[in-house]
């Protein structure tokens, strides 16, 4: 474990076994609609999460994002940037701060 933040990504103490599951499977196993608020702070996961949930046309069934991006590894920003930039087609921003947290809501 990572003390106040557990990740995937970095080395850590403690190692405690996840079971990672994918976010097009779980949404239609569980048959969820609409979302009206997803809130993500996953600590590195945030990236691959929603470019799945881009590339699936997921982010069209929840309403408010709020993501908190992870600055961890050199390529961190412009990837953000390219989450954003797609994440505009369906989504406008109502508050931004960089690596901190932001909201989009659904246009």
């Known amino acids: 474990?990572?003390?106040d933040g557990s990740s995937v990504f970095r080395a850590a103490d403690e190692i405690v076994p996840v079971k990672i599951v994918d976010v097009q499977e779980w949404f239609a196993r569980?048959?969820?609609?609409e979302v009206a608020l997803m809130k993500i702070n996953i600590?590195?996961?945030e990236y691959e999460l929603l470019e799945r949930m881009l590339d699936t046309g997921l982010v069209r069934q929840v309403r408010d994002i709020q993501v908190q991006?992870?600055?961890?590894?050199?390529?961190?920003?412009?990837?953000m940037e390219g989450i954003l930039f797609r994440l505009a087609a369906t989504h406008e921003p109502t508050w931004?701060?960089?690596?901190v947290w932001?909201?989009?809501?659904r246009k």
Do not use: I
Not at 30 to 33: F, P
Not at 102 to 105: D, G, L, M, P, V
């Open 1 to 3: 474990m990572c003390r």
């Open 30 to 33: 569980e048959a969820v609609g």
């Open 43 to 45: 600590e590195g996961g």
């Open 69 to 79: 991006f992870h600055n961890l590894w050199s390529d961190s920003e412009a990837r």
């Open 96 to 99: 931004q701060y960089s690596f």
């Open 102 to 105: 932001e909201n989009w809501t």
